[in-house]
């Protein structure tokens, strides 16, 4: 494990055999302390990051009432385009400096939850966006298997325990464009300190800094960016599986000092999410005289993922 130069740890996805292992073992250990781990060799094709980042770009880029006609009004953001200023952080006055785009799960066969898994937009403006959307969102859904994978070993959970836990989520890839900062309403930030909702986060990073962690020592720590590296996050719903086992830890992305504030930055979050009719209950080797159960009462993902979005005026 290797923390220089970067805030959180760093491990190596070609270390992890699909059994217990180094890896597994050092994973366990920086979602304990940290609740986020850098990954290397993940197996995302730079190809296909640079080809997302230019045509999310390309959307961003559109007029303000071009955009708009992405967006779907009532439901909460949860596919398509929601605009400047709108999403807000728990306890937090004033709305971020941030747009950004939903890209939901797209169904081979009968759609179980029709409600939830809605069907996607695709802006016709931006050529090829919906094809690399999709790669993307299948890459990166693949790798968060495999995260989940060396989480349930850890955790001491067969290997594929997740697998049919997760198969039909509701998991978002979300391009967000925090536009250049021009007379800001004092207090607003790209991202108001928060905790993520879901099970866990994949992040293609930013190529501006600003993502900063909260430490236990509840000192803000920057986390670097750097190249070939996926940042893997927990979310709420394994803090609350786990018991605060594993810690959702609480970040943000601060505005840029001097003329950087005059530079726009761009991020590709994976928020990857448990089927809707999951239900999040404590696992019981999680519960211990030193750590009661703090969620008797069990819910499913859909259930909290609602309570969340109200909390954050998407719901």
Known sequence: MNTQDFGIPVLDLEDFTGKRDAFTDALGEAYREYGFAGITHHGLDDALIERAYDRFKAFFALDAATKQRYHLPGQGGARGYTGFGVEQAKDHDVPDLKEFWHVGRELDGANPHPDILLPNLWPAEVENFRETALALYGALDNLGQRMLSAIAIDLGLSSDWFADKVDLGNSILRPIHYPPIRDAVPG???????????????????????????????????????????????????????????????????????????????????????????????????????????????????????????????A
């Open 188 to 314: 607003a930030v790209r991202a108001a300190r928060h905790e993520d909702i879901n099970l866990i986060t994949l992040l293609i990073g930013s190529r501006e800094q600003g993502l900063e962690i909260l430490s236990k020592k509840n000192e803000w720590v920057p986390v670097t960016t750097l190249p070939g590296t996926i940042i893997v996050n927990v979310g709420d719903m394994l803090q609350r599986l786990t018991n605060h086992v594993y810690a959702s830890t609480t970040h943000r992305v601060v505005n840029p000092p001097g003329d950087l504030a005059a530079r726009a930055r761009y991020s590709i979050p994976f928020f990857l999410h448990p089927n809707p009719d999951f239900v999040i209950e404590t696992l019981p080797q999680c519960i211990t005289d030193d750590n009661p159960n703090r969620y008797p009462e069990p819910i499913t993902s859909h259930g909290y993922l609602m309570e969340r979005l109200r909390e954050i005026k998407l």
